[in-house]
Nanobody, 125 residues
């Protein structure tokens, strides 16, 4: 069955970096749209970054552009989120998601079929 397992979260100081990983299984990553989402306490879940199946481009929320980079390694069945220049407002549980369609160029707002369990990222001094 499809599984997504995130790792790499933790506590980091403002201005620091983290790299999240999402190990996938049960489907061929090359053909799937993938995304990273986050949810802070008391807030709605928001799309952070995604890779479109239609044009193979990366899309980012305005709040993370220039700081976060999404990538995937199809051979390792893993999706990554490199997060630099972290801010306290980046504190949230981060989830990876996958879908055979994934929303195309609207991948940041798409309702993906498959989700991981989440990993906590806390940015604090």
């Amino acid at each position: 069955q499809v599984q997504l397992v995130e790792s790499g979260g933790g506590l980091v100081q403002p201005g620091g970096s983290l790299r999240l990983s999402c190990a996938t299984s049960g489907f061929t990553l090359h053909y799937y749209g993938v995304g990273w989402f986050r949810q802070a306490p008391g807030k709605e879940r928001e799309g952070v970054a995604c890779i479109s199946t239609s044009d193979r481009r990366n899309y980012y929320a305005d709040s993370v552009k220039g700081r976060f980079t999404i990538s995937k390694d199809n051979a390792k069945n893993t999706v990554y989120l490199q997060m630099n220049s972290l801010k306290p407002e980046d504190t949230a549980v981060y989830y990876c998601a996958a879908d055979s369609y994934g929303g195309g160029d609207a991948c940041l707002g798409y309702e993906y079929d498959y989700w991981g369990q989440g990993t906590q990222v806390t940015v604090s001094s």
